[in-house]
Nanobody, 115 residues
């Protein structure tokens, strides 16, 4: 089992920055990839960024050049640096971890970007 707890969400003006963190605990060694998803109000969940065990990263086109995903293995933490935020980035951001056929979700943290 893996437990994921997100933090760092909040209210920010358009053009501002936020840094999200996801603390992982439990069977950390079973994790292969980690990712951030988001679910805007009334919309489906979508992938924001993923980082694999070898360090390879991929981003949704909508956040490329603005968001950076990183993983601190020493601290068992996944981070998402979000710059140049836009109102359309408003969503609940969820942490995901997967490996060996298992996957886990955090409960999410709300990011609200005002115009």
């Amino acid at each position: 089992q893996v437990q994921l707890v997100e933090s760092g969400g909040g209210l920010v003006q358009a053009g501002g920055s936020l840094r999200l963190s996801c603390a992982a605990s439990g069977s950390i060694s079973s994790i292969n990839s980690m990712a951030w998803y988001r679910q805007p109000p009334g919309k489906q969940r979508e992938l924001v960024a993923v980082i694999r065990s070898g360090g390879e990263t991929n981003y949704a086109d909508s956040v490329k050049g603005r968001f950076t995903i990183s993983r601190d293995n020493a601290k068992n933490t996944l981070n998402l640096q979000m710059n140049s935020l836009k109102p359309e980035d408003t969503a609940v951001y969820l942490c995901y971890a997967g490996g060996y056929g298992m996957y886990y979700w955090g409960k999410g943290t709300l990011v609200t970007v005002s115009s």
